[in-house]
């Protein structure tokens, strides 16, 4: 599998704004906050790994 990290660069009520930090990328992906680990914030550090998000 795949291991993608991320940024989270915004959060508007039941959703985060993400960006791929580990290649050049301008797209913002938006993921339901239930899908993410508790306690996120803006500019949170995320890895995505087998479906799953985590804290970095």
């Known amino acids: 599998m795949e291991t993608w ?10 959703y985060a704004n993400l960006k791929r930090t580990d290649i050049e990328s301008e797209e913002v992906k ?4 239930a899908l993410l680990p508790e306690g996120i914030a803006e500019g949170s550090q995320l ?4 479906l799953q998000y985590e804290l970095v």
């Open 5 to 14: 990290y991320y940024e989270v660069v915004s959060i508007d009520g039941d």
């Open 30 to 33: 938006l993921v339901a906050r």
């Open 47 to 50: 890895k995505y790994e087998c």
